[in-house]
T-cell receptor, first 109, second 115 residues
Framework: KNEVEQSPQNLTAQEGEFITINCSYS?????LHWLQQHPGGGIVSLFMLSSGKKKHGRLIATINIQEKHSSLHITASHPRDSAVYIC???????????FGQGTELSVKP | EAEVAQSPRYKITEKSQAVAFWCDPISGHATLYWYRQILGQGPELLVQ????????DSQLPKDRFSAERLKGVDSTLKIQPAELGDSAMYLCASSPRDRDSYEQYFGPGTRLTVT
C-alpha cells in the first residue's frame, strides 16, 4: 500500500462545477503540499500546509492531522484548471517528500 | 521571476547508450533534488544535494546512475547504460534549505525515451 493515496485517479467535470480531490497518508508528517502539473511536465506548488485551511483564489486546501487526510477544492472550475494534481507529504522521519500518484483532472467547457 | 532550468527538454536515446541531464537551480538555493516520474505516477526522489554534498541517494540505482554537483550550483545526472525502463520524466527541484518552511521549486523536466 502506498504511503500517500489520492482519489479519484481521474476526474472529468463540466465548467463551473465544484471539484474535490482527496489525499490520505499513513506516515507522520511535518507538512503537506498540493502541486499542479500541466501537460509537458512542469510542476507548480499550490499550497503547503501543516494544519487547518488555506485559500488562494478559487482553490482551497484543508488538512485534518488526526485523520491523516487532506482535500483540495476548486470552486467554479474552468478548462484551464485541467492538469494533474499531486499531493505530497514531508515525512517527519527523514524529511523527504513522498508523492501521491496524482489525480488527472479534465474540465470540459 | 527566477526559475529552475533544465536541459534538454526531450531526449531520445537507444538502450545501452549514455545520457546526461543538466539542472541549474534558482540562484542561492542550497538544496537540489533530482526526481524520476514514470508516466501515471508521482515523482520519486533519486538524489538530494545540500550544497555540493549528497544528502540522500538511497533510491538512486548506483550501478547505472550517477549525479554530481561539483561547485554546489548546477548539477548533472547521468545514466550509463540506459535501459528501456529508464523512460520517464526527470525533474529537478531546488529550495533555499531543506526545512519544512521552504517549498521546492521545480524545473520543466527532461522527458527521456529509451528505444
Amino acid at each position: 500500500k502506498n504511503e500517500v493515496e489520492q482519489s479519484p485517479q481521474n476526474l472529468t467535470a463540466q465548467e463551473g462545477e465544484f471539484i474535490t480531490i482527496n489525499c490520505s497518508y499513513s506516515v507522520g508528517i511535518s507538512a503537506l503540499h498540493w502541486l499542479q502539473q500541466h501537460p509537458g511536465g512542469g510542476i507548480v506548488s499550490l499550497f503547503m500546509l501543516s494544519s487547518g485551511k488555506k485559500k488562494h483564489g478559487r482553490l482551497i486546501a484543508t488538512i485534518n492531522i488526526q485523520e491523516k487526510h487532506s482535500s483540495l477544492h476548486i470552486t467554479a472550475s474552468h478548462p484551464r484548471d485541467s492538469a494533474v494534481y499531486i499531493c505530497a507529504v514531508r515525512s517527519s522521519q527523514g524529511g523527504k517528500l513522498i508523492f501521491g500518484q496524482g489525480t488527472e483532472l479534465s474540465v470540459k467547457p | 521571476e527566477a526559475e529552475v532550468a533544465q536541459s534538454p527538454r526531450y531526449k531520445i536515446t537507444e538502450k545501452s547508450q549514455a545520457v546526461a541531464f543538466w539542472c541549474d537551480p534558482i540562484s542561492g538555493h542550497a538544496t537540489l533534488y533530482w526526481y524520476r516520474q514514470i508516466l501515471g505516477q508521482g515523482p520519486e526522489l533519486l538524489v538530494q544535494f545540500q550544497d555540493e554534498s549528497v544528502v540522500d541517494d538511497s533510491q538512486l540505482p548506483k550501478d547505472r546512475f550517477s549525479a554530481e554537483r561539483l561547485k554546489g550550483v548546477d548539477s548533472t545526472l547521468k545514466i550509463q547504460p540506459a535501459e528501456l525502463g529508464d523512460s520517464a520524466m526527470y525533474l529537478c527541484a531546488s529550495s533555499p534549505r531543506d526545512r519544512d518552511s521552504y517549498e521546492q521549486y521545480f524545473g520543466p523536466g527532461t522527458r527521456l525515451t529509451v528505444t
